[in-house]
């Protein structure tokens, strides 16, 4: 059965501090890695991943992913209230179907 | 708005009843999915179609549940005799998939806003 183990589960921060969210998956037929925020409605897209060691940036979030050790980070720096949410990681594999993890509930205090 | 969309937003019932969700997916995307949340933890895939056709059911998706996308456009999921268990929030996503069935890669899945079920 396909397995994607985020950690921490919940975290808190202050504003300004810099954060690293872990994700590890066991698959079969492992296609993309993807991570999503989720504020308490429709999770919203960040990230796909399909390459070992490429990584990706948008503004303050950045992401990469080791095929060999099975595993994705999401880093966020200079953190901002507004990045409170849970952030999902999901694993595709063949079929289409999304596996996701639990999630981590990140909380940023002022 | 071109999100995905989904109606209702909320429901509440009482167990036993029947419930039906509605989703309507990005115009042009071929492929709808249909997800369940339950509080703290990730979405669970349920089933998906591209255009019409269903092309995979979890084994989540029990007797009582069955889903439909008739015109390959809007999908909806009906919920028969529902239980307390089947409390959850129902998510549809929809993505863009070349050609018909797998592929070797995913396509991005973007989620609507949720329909919040409550069984009393």
New interface residues.
């Given amino acids: 059965e396909d397995k994607?183990v985020q950690s921490p589960l919940s975290l808190v921060v202050h504003e300004g501090d810099t954060v690293t969210l872990n994700c590890s998956y066991e698959v079969t037929n492992f296609?993309?890695l993807?991570w999503?925020k989720q504020e308490k409605?429709?999770?919203?897209?960040l990230f796909?991943l399909?390459s070992s060691g490429i990584e990706k940036k948008s503004g303050r979030l950045s992401s990469i992913l080791d095929k060999k050790e099975l595993f994705s980070i999401l880093n966020i720096t200079a953190t901002q209230t507004g990045d409170s949410a849970v952030y999902?990681c999901?694993v595709?594999?063949?079929?289409?179907?999304?596996?996701?993890?639990?999630?981590t509930q990140l909380t940023v205090n002022p | 708005d071109t999100g995905?969309s989904q109606d209702p937003r909320h429901k509440i019932t009482k167990r036993g009843q029947n419930v039906t969700f509605r989703c309507d997916p990005i115009s042009e995307h071929n492929?709808l999915?249909w997800?369940r949340q339950t509080l703290?933890?990730?979405?669970?895939?349920l089933t998906?179609f591209q255009n019409e056709a269903q092309?995979?059911k979890?084994r989540l998706l029990s007797d009582r549940f069955s889903a439909e996308r008739p015109k390959g456009s809007f999908s909806t999921l009906e919920i028969q005799r529902t239980e307390q268990g089947d409390s959850a929030m129902y998510?549809c996503a929809s993505?863009l998939?070349a050609g018909i069935g797998?592929s070797?890669?995913?396509?991005?899945?973007?989620?609507?806003?949720?329909t919040r079920l409550l069984v009393l």
């Fill in positions: 994607v296609r993309s993807l999503y409605k429709a999770p919203t897209f796909m399909t999902l999901a595709g594999t063949s079929g289409s179907r999304l596996t996701f993890g639990e999630g | 995905v492929r999915y997800y703290g933890q990730g979405p669970e895939f998906y092309l995979e979890s998510l993505s998939a797998t070797g890669r995913t396509e991005t899945q973007y989620f609507g806003p949720g």
